[in-house]
């Protein structure tokens, strides 16, 4: 059922996914090869992060969760191949920050401070090339959803070993207060590009 439910949600982000890149782009293109690719690729990262969470789930063995982790980051990859890698360094670092087992505070503050460099520049290029309207606030915002979806279901592959029920719902929780924060951050982001503040 998990991973039932997975696959249908990476078919709809992908065909999201899809519909966003052709609202962005300056010269819309449509090719039948290049969007089952971007709606096969979501749709497969979907999949696999539920198949690794089932498997972790079913193993007490750290050396098999690292095998099976392995396997969820060799199906995460292919969502950064063409214009998509320019975000794998935001993905990475935001979803070690949330899902990687950092202690400390700060590190993880700066690790999500760090992620969010690309996506500040992306929303600079977008508001560049089509003005300040609200369509444009609906294309940056729609971008943002898309990519904060990744990283929520990169949880399964990233996230440490752990022995308890407890101690992974305790991550899950600390992930979503921190993205709360980080959202607030990016708020508050855009509306200085709006103001010029950031030099829009």
Not at 67 to 74: D, H, M, P, S
Not at 160 to 183: A, C, D, H, N, V
Request: net charge positive.
């Amino acid at each position: 059922m998990i991973i039932t439910r997975a696959f249908v949600s990476g078919l709809i982000i992908g065909i999201v996914a899809r519909a966003w890149m052709r609202w962005v782009s300056t010269d819309p293109e449509f090719s039948w090869s290049g969007s089952i690719f971007i709606v096969g690729v979501f749709t497969i990262f979907f999949t696999a992060q539920s198949i690794v969470l089932v498997l972790r789930s079913s193993t007490s063995s750290r050396a098999k969760s690292r095998v099976i982790r392995a396997g969820g980051l060799i199906f995460t990859l292919p969502l950064f191949l063409g214009a998509g890698g320019m975000m794998l360094p935001s993905v990475a670092v935001a979803s070690i920050a949330l899902w990687g087992g950092i202690q400390k505070k700060r590190g993880r503050i700066f690790l999500l401070a760090l992620s969010v460099i690309v996506p500040l520049i992306i929303s600079k290029d977008v508001i560049r090339d089509f003005g300040w309207t609200f369509a444009t606030l609906g294309r940056i915002l729609l971008f943002l959803l898309i990519y904060a979806s990744v990283i929520f279901a990169t949880s399964p592959t990233v996230s440490p070993f752990k022995s308890t029920k407890e101690e992974r719902i305790k991550i899950l929780s600390r992930g979503k207060k921190i993205m709360i924060s980080l959202g607030t951050l990016v708020a508050v982001a855009l509306f200085m590009l709006y103001s010029g503040l950031l030099g829009g």
